[in-house]
């Protein structure tokens, strides 16, 4: 099993351009999340599908928008990337939402110029 | 809102030593806790979950113990080795909200 795949492994994007962060999971999880990682800033949760067919925001989802595919795979879109999203970004995934134990990918390092 | 610390934000230790890391969190109405270690340019690996109804939680070396009502989780590592040097985070689920994690050091 792989675990929870992320795509790409590092990107840099020019101010205003977008793109879509995948993320695939192998495991028949239910639930799966979308954070970033700043220095000084540990990593917050940008936005959650505690199910397949459900979207939440999370504490940071401002400049984001999420689409649940289908229960396997979760992606993230920057429709107009700012300098303020250089980040690191981690998909994770759970057998059900908050209560079980969370499964992260390796990252995506996003530097936005 | 649920603060998470964790203190120290860096320990280092000589190979063989027993040590502690401390999290703290500031509403204790969770679900859980879950500690993680996380290698340079890596993604987190789950390392313990502790249940709000636990009391610790072991895996080989590693000890995990969760005090709801002081806000207070403790992660014990024996016997110490240089493959433990990583960054070690705690996540208080109700909201997942991470501490900003103890970098640890081993020494040989």
């Known amino acids: 099993n792989a675990g929870v795949t992320q795509t790409p492994k590092f990107q840099v994007l020019k101010t205003g351009q977008s793109m879509t962060l995948q993320c695939a999971q192998d495991m028949n999880h239910n639930s799966m999340y979308w954070y970033r990682q700043d220095p000084g800033m540990g990593l917050r949760l940008i936005y959650y599908?505690?199910?397949?067919?459900?979207?939440d925001k999370g504490e940071v989802p401002n400049g984001y928008n999420v689409s649940r595919l289908n229960k396997r795979e979760f992606s993230l879109r920057l429709e107009s990337a700012a300098p303020s999203q250089t980040s690191v970004y981690f998909c994770?995934?759970?057998?059900?939402?908050?209560?079980?134990?969370?499964?992260f990918g390796p990252g995506t390092r996003l530097t936005v110029t | 809102k649920q603060e998470v610390t964790q203190i120290p934000a860096a320990l280092s230790v000589p190979e063989g030593e027993n040590l502690v890391l401390n999290c703290s969190f500031t509403d204790s109405a969770i679900y859980n806790l879950q500690w993680f270690r996380q290698d340079p340019g890596k993604g987190l690996t789950s390392l313990l979950l502790?249940?709000?109804?636990?009391r610790e939680q072991t895996s080989g070396r590693l000890n995990a113990s969760l005090d709801k009502s002081s806000g207070r989780s403790t992660l014990y590592i024996a016997a110490s080795q240089p493959g433990d040097s990583a960054t070690y985070l705690c996540?208080?689920?109700?909201?997942?909200?991470f501490g900003d994690g103890t970098t640890l050091t081993v020494k040989p």
């Open positions: 994770a995934s759970s057998e059900a939402h908050w209560g079980y134990e969370q499964y």
């Open positions: 599908s505690a199910s397949e067919g459900t979207t």
């Open positions: 996540a208080v689920k109700g909201k997942s909200t």
């Open positions: 502790i249940q709000s109804s636990q």
